[in-house]
């Protein structure tokens, strides 16, 4: 009766990373990458709210014009000009469209919080979950090793005669299922160390080991304080209305924009004149 078990051991020259929840949860919070899009989308909305409150600029422009009267015995004339423009912000646009910009600004933020709350619940139940393969793994490890002295002690006794074939295949089966039980939970942890690695925005091959150990703490739960700490410090809630509240700002915007804005310009011009000579 022959029976092959199959290990997963770390690559060559790794050392395998003891990691606790709390160690794990500041790696996310810094790599992992959907934390990582929605910061930069929280700074890339922190961008354009700063340029949405901005002025435009005043523009100037200086023209300069000369006319000959004739090259014999005639004159140059010309005039040179300054023009100074600057669009005025008579409907109050611009603090409109600044107040949406913030918004929206505020409305990333609720996303990031959104997002980083779903990452510590993905990580927690990804890293309790290895925690729990990994002792299983221990456990069936110790369960092998029984099943193995049996068999050896079966085998002994078979050979001096003292049992039965079939007590000794019975052995070998005991055998057999605790090995591809061990590989079974051997396969589940080498499955989450992945899919922590991934959400810890790593390498999924890096070998880890949870450093926790699972510890039992009774909770009293309250559904109606749980219900209003919800409706109260949900992101999701939060960003669906500061979202709200920017389209409201975007519809006064537009119905603002209906009138272009008037420009003020401050002109400046001289004449001049010269009689000359005759020149070629």
Do not use: C
């Not at 500041?26 to 409150?53: D, F, H, L, S, T």
């Not at 090793?145 to 085998?155: K, T, Y």
């Amino acid at each position: 009766f022959i029976s092959i078990l199959l290990f997963t051991s770390p690559a060559f020259g790794q050392e395998v990373e003891r990691l606790s929840l709390e160690q794990a949860l500041e790696v996310a919070y810094a790599r992992n990458p959907r934390m990582v899009a929605a910061r930069q989308e929280v700074e890339a909305a922190k961008g354009r709210w700063i340029q949405a409150g901005a002025y435009p600029n005043p523009e100037l422009s200086i023209n300069s014009t000369e006319i000959s009267e004739g090259i014999r015995g005639g004159s140059t004339v010309g005039d040179d000009s300054i023009e100074l423009s600057q669009q005025i912000d008579v409907l109050r646009k611009i603090p409109v469209r600044a107040q949406a910009a913030q918004l929206n600004y505020q409305t990333a933020q609720h996303h990031l919080n959104r997002i980083w709350g779903e990452a510590v619940f993905d990580v927690t139940e990804t890293y309790n979950e290895l925690l729990l393969s990994t002792q299983r793994v221990g456990v069936a490890r110790e369960a092998l090793e029984l099943a193995r002295r049996l068999l050896d002690q079966v085998q002994l006794k078979y050979n001096a005669g003292e049992v039965l074939r079939n007590e000794l295949l019975r052995a070998q089966i005991e055998v057999a299922k605790a090995e591809n039980a061990m590989l079974e939970l051997q396969n589940q942890a080498a499955v989450g160390t992945s899919r922590l690695n991934i959400l810890l925005g790593r390498d999924p091959q890096i070998p880890l080991s949870p450093a926790d150990q699972l510890t039992y703490q009774a909770k009293d739960f309250d559904s109606q304080r749980l219900l209003s700490q919800a409706l109260a410090q949900r992101p999701d809630l939060k960003a669906t209305g500061t979202a709200l509240q920017a389209q409201e700002r975007q519809l006064q915007l537009a119905l603002r924009s209906v009138l272009e804005d008037p420009t003020l310009s401050v002109i400046g011009t001289r004449e001049r004149g010269e009689v000359g000579t005759e020149t070629v």
